[in-house]
């Protein structure tokens, strides 16, 4: 059955809303009991302040928000309850969560897609199958067949309905905010925001890892760190970085074709777009090369080490932790 994304989200808002009240009546008649017992009522407060209640507090936009909650660190918004469910569904893409169960599914180094289907209830009737390969590329315009904002509309049309994918998309959109289609909003996100969320969430020790040629887009992928294999940089090599140059090239031959036909209103844009392109095929350019070398060297990583020791013998291809 399809569902609408914000009559899900007005349910969680009201249930934890109403869970940060009930805290703050509980605090409030606790300090009541004990102010009785102490023979001190009328001496020390019994309210809470709305800062000082400790569990989360959901408001639409940060604007919303009064000035007697800044302080308290668990309050939130609509964006943050969005990029969660953004997060969530990397996790599933991943093969980390599912939908089909509850809790960690792959969670474990050097685990696999058959490690998941093992968990599943049904191996021959999963809702929506982890990437096989580990790698999903993050590009501004879809160039793979697991392009990650295609792997999020299929998530979205599994978890939610087909017949509500194009509302709740916007709902996403809207939430996170932004020009453009809700599926461009959403691509730029993935571009230029989702690690940076992603880190501040796991206290600078992601577990999906960024691979980042730089500030061009040239190219860009996430990897799953417990599910590394020692090969793992050559695929990327090999099946995404070789194929991304390989498309640029073709783009640019297309434009430039055109370019020469074209008409004077059409001919900076076009001029632009082969800069662009030009600019990101050098950039994936020098990119291939710093994978190649690492990629030799089949680099074997252990969990028992932490993120950080891990994340640092791959640090000339992978995007700095802020």
Not at 140 to 145: G, V
Not at 163 to 183: C, I, M, P, Q, Y
Not at 198 to 215: E, V
Request: hydrophobic share 35%; net charge negative; charged share 35%.
């Amino acid at each position: 059955m399809a569902t609408l994304l914000a009559d899900k989200y007005a349910a969680r808002k009201a249930e934890v809303n109403e869970r940060f009240e009930q805290l703050r009546a509980n605090e409030e008649e606790l300090n009541r009991i004990f102010a009785e017992i102490y023979n001190m009522v009328g001496e020390v407060p019994i309210e809470v302040e709305d800062k000082y209640v400790s569990v989360a507090r959901i408001f639409d936009t940060a604007e919303e928000i009064p000035e007697s909650y800044k302080g308290n660190k668990y309050v939130r918004t609509k964006r943050d309850e969005i990029t969660s469910l953004i997060s969530y569904a990397v996790g599933c893409m991943f093969g980390r969560y599912s939908l089909d169960v509850d809790g960690l599914v792959l969670a474990d180094q050097g685990d696999t897609v058959e490690d998941y289907l093992q968990k599943m209830p049904d191996p021959a009737s999963v809702s929506f199958m982890p990437d096989a390969d580990n790698v999903i590329p993050i590009t501004d315009e879809e160039y793979f067949e697991d392009d990650i904002v295609g792997r999020f509309v299929e998530f979205m049309r599994v978890a939610y309905g087909a017949e509500t994918l194009e509302e709740n998309l916007r709902f996403v959109a809207d939430a996170l905010g932004g020009k453009g289609t809700s599926r461009d909003v959403i691509r730029s996100y993935f571009l230029k925001e989702f690690f940076k969320d992603h880190c501040q969430t796991y206290k600078k020790r992601p577990i999906y890892w960024q691979f980042d040629s730089g500030k061009k887009n040239g190219f860009k992928a996430l990897i799953y760190m417990h599910r590394y294999q020692p090969d793992l940089l050559a695929r990327v090599r090999t099946d995404y970085v070789h194929q991304q140059q390989e498309r640029y090239r073709a783009q640019v031959s297309y434009a430039e074709d055109a370019l020469a036909t074209a008409e004077k209103g059409n001919r900076v844009k076009l001029e632009k777009r082969i800069s662009k392109l030009n600019d990101q095929l050098r950039e994936a350019s020098e990119f291939e090369e710093k994978v190649h070398h690492l990629a030799d060297q089949m680099i074997e990583i252990d969990l028992d080490d932490g993120v950080k020791v891990n994340y640092a013998k791959f640090q000339d291809v992978l995007a700095k932790i802020k």
